[in-house]
């Protein structure tokens, strides 16, 4: 089997960076596996970034992995088909790989890009690190040990700087399990947070946000947000299926001729079409 080389070209640009911070409005930030961050302010604003499609990702390749290696598994070891299936999973890691972190650019761009539009000097960021320590089934421990939050920390913090936005992270445990209005404690289910003794409802990821002000700026209760801002990260396509892993995407992306039909009657109209 012929080795295949890869190259690789880093091109270095300078970011322009910011003269000063935004403004002196204050904010927090909540990662999390389904929805990436969830950011609000102690004036009233909020937004949202999912992270599902990061989630689809890692799933689909989880799958696809688990099909070659039972493939693979038969085979003898460093045999040419063995090998094929090698390179077919390594494929399909580094399209993974690439697909996230541009997904990952591209969240965290729209996270600092409302802090700049809502004039934040200050940047609190949620460390969830105490999430993983806890046993909770191996689905849920597989979906812990997959989220990279680190990385989610990482890009907001470099991505802050050069907003001359000051940025800290800090631990944010009991944030998600507290009510902002009456302080009232209890694990949620689903998305929709509902306190059982004043009857407060609203986004789960959004009362974590919610709570850190206290936590990060020892502020006053901070005014739940009354809207959102919903935001998917862009470039996400879907690509065609393949039975093969190793499949070129220029020959999925080819057309099937589909056989002309004539003489169909429609059950609208009732009249003889011919459709394509």
Request: hydrophobic residues 30%; aromatic residues 6%; proline residues 4%.
């Amino acid at each position: 089997m012929n080795t295949v080389k890869i190259y690789q070209l880093h091109v270095g640009l300078e970011a322009p960076q910011a003269d000063e911070a935004p403004g002196t409005v204050q904010a927090t930030v909540d990662l999390g596996e389904i929805h990436l961050a969830a950011v609000t302010t102690n004036t009233g604003k909020a937004m949202i970034v999912t992270g599902r499609g990061i989630r689809s990702i890692k799933r689909q390749r989880t799958k696809q992995l688990g099909k070659i290696a039972k493939k693979q598994s038969r085979c003898k070891k460093y045999s040419r088909r063995w090998k094929r299936l090698q390179y077919a999973k390594n494929k399909q890691c580094r399209r993974a790989e690439r697909r996230i972190r541009d997904l990952r650019h591209k969240a965290t761009r729209k996270v600092i890009d409302f802090c700049v539009e809502q004039q934040v000097g200050p940047l609190f960021i949620g460390n969830p690190h105490g999430v993983r320590n806890e046993n909770k089934g191996r689905h849920h421990n597989q979906r812990m040990a997959l989220w990279e939050y680190g990385k989610d920390i990482d890009y907001l913090t470099h991505k802050s700087q050069a907003a001359h936005i000051m940025s800290f992270t800090g631990s944010e445990r009991g944030t998600s399990s507290r009510c902002p209005r009456c302080g009232h404690k209890h694990k949620p289910k689903g998305r929709n947070w509902v306190c059982r003794k004043c009857q407060f409802s609203g986004h789960r990821d959004l009362v974590g946000s919610v709570n850190m002000h206290q936590l990060a700026y020892g502020s006053d209760q901070v005014r739940f947000p009354r809207s959102f801002t919903y935001l998917r990260p862009s470039g996400l396509v879907a690509r065609p299926s393949s039975s093969r892993a190793d499949t070129p995407q220029r020959c999925l992306s080819k057309k099937l001729a589909q056989p002309r039909t004539s003489g169909m009657v429609s059950s609208e109209t009732g009249q003889t079409s011919d459709v394509a």
